[in-house]
Nanobody
């Protein structure tokens, strides 16, 4: 069974930085896309950034130039470096990954979420 565990959330003042990490564990053959999504109170979950196995990335317009997604394939880990944080970045941030297990079963899973709160 594959699991994702996020870390790195917290409380930060506007203009500050945080780095989120997400580690995939289990008997994993390969991971295709890893990404970060967020959900603010009363709003739908939205894409923040994704990174594919080849390294290509996509970002939400609202975070371009401020957030950077990266991954360490050897560690099955994805990171989200968040700079110049704004109060509107406050949300629960969720990690997502899709790939195949060593039994060649496909998976698409979510982490439990980590709270990011940006104070003004």
């Amino acid at each position: 069974q594959v699991q994702l565990v996020e870390s790195g959330g917290g409380l930060v003042q506007a203009g500050g930085s945080l780095r989120l990490s997400c580690v995939a564990s289990g008997i994993i053959l390969s991971i295709n896309t890893m990404g970060w999504y967020r959900q603010a109170p009363g709003k739908q979950r939205e894409l923040v950034a994704v990174i594919r196995s080849g390294g290509s990335t996509n970002y939400a317009d609202s975070v371009k130039g401020r957030f950077t997604i990266s991954r360490d394939n050897a560690k099955n880990t994805v990171y989200l470096q968040m700079n110049s944080l704004k109060p509107e970045d406050t949300a629960v941030y969720y990690c997502n990954a899709d790939g195949k297990t060593a039994l060649f079963r496909s998976f698409n899973i979510w982490g439990q979420g980590t709270q990011v709160t940006v104070s003004s």
